[in-house]
């Protein structure tokens, strides 16, 4: 699989999108870490189920949920997450 930075994957757009559908696969990587993967479409694929909500927004967007009652702070698992990157 061929990596590719976003500056690159902008500037030879057609190049790129040709060899995907020529079959190869691309990992699109933003300061080398990756971010997106573009692949071939698959001819005869059954095509993306978009299932639709089961509730409209309208009716729960002024629902309040509970505090989840974590024994740790959100903000110490999120500084932790940063310290491994």
Known sequence: MKRVKIAELKSQLSKHLRAVEAGAEIEVTDRNRPIARIIPVRVGEAPVEIIPARIRLEKIR????KPARWPVEAVELLLEDRRKR
Request: net charge positive.
């Open 62 to 65: 002024k629902r309040r949920v």
